[in-house]
């Protein structure tokens, strides 16, 4: 089974490049992109216009943007964590904001991990590199989780 | 005829005729003489004892009886010079005569002893005095008598009068013996008439006297009457005190017995003693006085108050005690109460005055009372000194005058008092300035006059009276009007007076014009107000600038991000089609992105730093130094530089943010000494301009002292990058921190010379 990543980026430039950066790394991964929070929801939980979506293959690895149209991250994340299914889905936030309100927030409702995009490219590929082989090779998710 | 006796009938002597060689005239005559004087001397005796026998009275008694034995003596010595005529028994003679000698020497003697007190005896002109006086009071007794007779009033009614009264009447000799005891006095004294006869008063009666008897009976026998005061024991032991009279009883003109006549007074002595004790008891002076105007009584009080001692006072007109100008006008006042006697209080509302022996006038209160008593009518007249009332009274009036005219002096407030209907009575010179009324135009008005219309319409000031009348007082800020119909905000206090009783006597009105203060008070208000909406105003920006930072931090670097990460991707994808020059303008893209980056970063870094909470507290700043400067190091090993700490150098400060402070100083000093083999770098402190400065200096590039207000500007930079790096934030940070420590940073150098930066700390320990 291919392992796989679902961004949740509403910048298409910053989608494209952070997919650029994980593959840049030769990660197998499968990435899906979503751009907002509904449409993250509805990916996770096979609905509205993932409606189908088989839900028994979730992601190894969620890269969450904060900030987003409808339903921003950390709305998003408050979700997962409420769900049954996703309340141990490993989530990271990718954001561009190193405020410490936001780092707080973020980590209160449950995050993983904290990521600052770096604008020099170079090091963000690096960054990449590292969160991918991380998360979906070195970490070992929950129990139970197929 | 021969007298002479036969000799052989005496032997050894001759009978005493011989002696007259019996001239028989001489012998007769002898014979005759001697019986002659035998006779008297035997009859003068015997006249002696009769006279004794009838004048038992009479002292001496004795001394008559030595007189007839010694004049009987005397008699005999002469019977026997007859008989000696013609017997010679000289031995019975001789006998008789030493018997006759022995007497005579005795009553010469006892008669020298006896002459002093018989001398002391009256002479019988002071008994023709007595007995003058006993006989007009025996006339006065037969008329007495004759009257009693007149009234045919027999003996026997009189005896028996003397059983019924209730004085004790006895008759006693002239030695105290008892001759009649009445039925009152057995009951008074538990002595029955037959115990009592006989018996010497004053040992039965165990009498005290209050003078010695001999005095009491001198006084008797001189006037023929004694009146006083005896303490006698009854049979049972207990006393009693009565008032005796006592007469002498005459016969022909002599006394021969004591009348005495006692009135049981204890009863009277103990009720007047409780009287005395309550007379002396009374907190005022009293004064009795009788109806001749003359005091009879007084108490010690009296003595305390006009300073006279008691005896002064008795039967003295009381006038003494009066001023001398009202003595003539109180005579006439005096008789008139004895004419319509009533309780009352003297010369009511008139101020009553008394006269102390030394002259003094005093403030008296009296009130009157008559008195009936056996006596007659007395008056009691009951004295208060109330000189210590008149002068509470004066200085109270005193202090009242005072505070009128305090009250009336006073500017700033309106004193006014109004009757309990609310109309004005009293006026102070405030009020006249506060609202503008003289007093003469405003009392007697009523006070709502000084209400607004809308009050009055409200039936304000109607509404304050009853609440001050219901709970004391009622006090109030709120607008009254002047006279001239202008408006002022008054400070009110309306205060209920009461008088002793509880009932309502008024209103004490305070009033101030406040309305300067109120007028501060509006713009202080106002002033509050728009502090508060500039504080508003403020808060919004700073909201509106946290959301700028934050947007700024978010949506600026994400272009930047595309730009490089684009550009980066250019280089990467086309490398082998791209020439060198392309590659060179790809790469200054990027490194402009990047430079914009840091650029945002320290932005928003300033910003967070003006904005994070801060926690000053005692710091050591020389180790703060000391770890900033090691961590400067490590990032620059090839560097050689000398870094001097003056040590243990304390400030309040917050930690953190003086951390960034010793960041930025001792970073720029390491940047700006690059160029130098050996740098050398100090911190310390020093007193600049009076007031102790810490300073970061350096021997690096330093500046243009033309410039060095510029320094702490952001984005200033007094160097171009190329030869030091930096964007220009540094200082502004470091400026920013040191302001928020209500400190002061600026900077010393020359170009070349190093550079100095100083700073200063005041904050407040939070």
Known sequence: MRKSILLVEDNPDDAALTVRALKKNQLPNDITVVHDGVQALDYLYGQGSFEGRDTREMPELVLLDLKLPLLDGIDVLKRLRADERTKLLPVVILTSSNEDQDRMNAYGCGANSYVRKPVDFATFVAAAAQLGLYWTDLNLPAPGRT | MSISAPSFLYAGFQPHGYCYQWNSVLVWLNVFSDTLIAAAYFTIPVTLLWFIRKRRDLPFGWIFSLFGLFIVACGFTHVMEVWNLWHADYWVSGAIKSVTAAASVSTAVLLVNLIPTAIALPSPARWMEINHSLESEVQERRALELQLRLSETSYREIAALLEVTHDAIMEVTLENEILFWNHAAEKLYGWSKEEALGKTVHVLLHTVFPKPLGEINAELINIGSWEGELLHQRRDGTTVVVASRWAVSLKSGRAVAILKSNRDITMRRQEEDKFRSLLEAAPDAVVIVNDEGKIVLVNSQTEKVFGYVRSELLHQPVEILLPDKIRALHCGHRNDFFAHPKTRNMGAGLELKGRRKDGTEIPVEISLSPLETAEGLLVSASIRDISERKRAEESMRQ?????????????????????????????????????????????????????????????????????????????????RLRKDGTRFWASVLITALRGKNGQLRGFGKLTRDVTNRKKAEEDADRQRQEIAQANAKLLLANNELESFSYSVSHDLRTPLRTIDGFSHALLEDLSDKLDDDSKSYLNRIRA???????????????????????????????????????????????????????????????????????????????????????????????????????????????????????????????????????????????????????????????????????????????
């Open chain 2, 399 to 479: 202090a009242d005058d005072k505070l009128r005219l305090l009250i009336q002096g006073v500017k700033d407030y309106a004193f006014l008092m109004l009757d309990p209907e609310g109309r004005v009575t009293t006026w102070n010179n405030g009020a006249e300035r506060i609202k503008g009324y003289r007093a003469d135009e405003i009392i007697g008005q009523h006070f709502s006059k000084f209400y607004p219309a809308e009050d009055l319409a409200s039936g304000k000031p109607s509404r304050e009276l009853e609440i001050a009348t219901k709970y004391g007082s009622y006090e109030e800020e709120g607008w």
């Open chain 2, 592 to 766: 402009a992105t990047q430079r914009m980056a840091a650029l945002i970063d320290d932005l928003l870094n300033l910003s967070r730093l003006s904005r994070a909470a801060m926690h000053a507290k005692p710091l050591n700043l020389s180790v703060l130094v000391n770890s900033v400067a090691c961590e400067i190091r490590g990032a620059y090993p090839d560097r050689h530089v000398e870094l001097r700490v003056a040590p243990d150098l304390q400030a309040k400060a917050d930690a953190g943010l003086l951390r960034v402070v010793f960041e930025n100083l001792l970073g720029n000093a390491w940047k700006f000494t690059a160029k130098k083999p050996s740098a050398h770098i100090e911190f310390g402190q020093a007193q600049v301009n009076g007031s102790a400065a810490f300073f970061v200096r350096d021997d690096g590039a330093g500046f243009d002292p033309a410039y060095a207000d510029k320094l702490f500007g952001a984005f200033q930079r007094l160097h171009s990058a190329s030869e030091f790096e930096g964007t220009g934030i540094g200082l502004a940070t470091v400026q920013r921190i040191i302001h928020r420590h209500n400190g002061r940073v600026w900077a010393e150098s020359a170009v070349g010379q190093g550079a100095t930066f100083y700073f200063t700390l005041n904050a407040e320990v939070s």
